[in-house]
């Protein structure tokens, strides 16, 4: 058994967790990933109505009686304003253990999270973000390295040197997100002083993603260096699988296009049609330089068994080096 601090304070088998992957965190796959050991996560993006959204707690209470986690997005496309308290509470009244923040700084609903009764992961992409995050209370921070699918940091680091400061910059558990799909990918980041993986784009080759078996297909099919980053103009740069529409949002963008004019590509309702439909050339798809690293889809036990029993491997060879 891998033990962390992260596995502790979270009350987690292994230091995996499932990202929050916007339309794809659903309660099929998150259940499946905690029950398999690790921290599954649904997306609230998913339930822009309240109602759905205390059926899909409902749905995952039914599924697992392990910890999983609650994705906010706390980005101006997607502002809920005090909506957000609302979320929070079907949260404490479905009994959520953890809620996942992304984007701006969240410290304005962290009191709400606090008096729930549940712990606080936030996502940052640098050591000023995560001490930040630390400051205003959150229990521990994912870091996204310039590998990550979605939203890596403008600053373009990667995860190698992003873990390493990171982790020794804060005293809360730092998870490692980018780059990552394998045990050797969670050995590493141990060793960096992460005390655990965020896990994104493997997990979207699972059996258990809702996600079209074109887009798993092409994941498998694809290498690390298929990959390219957008909306830099926009000040919100993206990670997207190489393909027609990426290219033309990356293409617009050199020719001056605003926001609203890249809309109809990067839109998030355009992705989910084509996630239904398996239209892989139709929208923007997040996915990261880890695709080089996967071979075939699996089911999300296996691939968090793998993982454990691979970073297991790993370890105990280091371990023997230095005898």
């Known amino acids: 058994m ?25 309660p099929k796959l998150a259940a499946a990933v905690s029950n398999a050991g690790g921290l599954g996560t649904i997306n609230i ?3 822009p109505q309240l109602d ?39 949260c404490r009244e ?3 253990q953890i809620i996942e923040t992304a984007g701006r700084n969240p410290a304005d609903i962290v009191p709400d999270i606090k008096a729930a009764g549940m712990k ?6 640098g050591v000023k973000f995560a001490k930040k995050a630390e400051s205003f209370g959150a229990d521990a921070v994912t870091l996204a390295g310039y590998e990550v699918a979605g939203h890596p940091g403008m600053d373009e680091v990667g995860s190698f040197v992003l873990i390493n400061s990171v982790s020794r910059a804060v005293t809360i558990p730092v998870l490692a997100a980018g780059g990552i799909a394998d045990g050797r990918g969670l050995a590493a980041a141990l060793a960096l002083g992460a005390q655990g993986v965020v896990i994104g784009t493997r997990f979207v080759a699972s059996e258990e993603c809702i996600i079209h078996r074109n887009f798993k297909d092409a994941i498998v099919a694809s290498a690390e260096s298929d990959t390219i980053t957008c909306q830099r103009s926009i000040k919100n740069m993206a990670r997207y699988l190489k393909n027609e529409t ?7 963008e050199r020719q001056g296009a605003t926001l609203e004019e890249l809309m109809p590509l990067i839109s998030g309702t355009n992705s989910k049609e084509c996630y239904v439909s ?14 080089g690293l996967i071979s075939c889809v699996k ?14 491997e790993v370890l105990s060879g280091l371990n023997g080096m230095n005898q």
Not at 120 to 125: A, E
Not at 246 to 252: D, N, P, T
Not at 301 to 309: A, F, S
């Open 45 to 47: 993006t998913i339930y």
């Open 246 to 252: 990426s290219i033309k949002v990356l293409e617009l």
């Open 2 to 26: 891998l033990r962390t601090k992260f596995t502790e304070l979270f009350h987690v088998k292994y230091p995996i967790m499932q990202g929050g992957m916007q339309h794809l965190g659903v």
């Open 278 to 291: 398996g239209n892989l050339q139709g929208c923007v798809f997040a996915a990261g330089q880890s695709m």
């Open 299 to 312: 089911t999300a036990k296996e691939i968090v068994d793998d993982m454990v029993h691979e970073a297991q």
């Open 120 to 125: 606080l992961i936030h996502k940052c992409t």
């Open 94 to 96: 479905e009994k959520v």
């Open 52 to 90: 759905h959204f205390r059926k899909a707690l409902q749905e995952m209470n039914a599924l697992t009686d392990k910890p999983y986690a609650v994705n906010i997005s706390l980005v101006p496309d997607l502002d809920m304003g005090e909506k957000i308290r609302e979320y929070i509470q079907i």
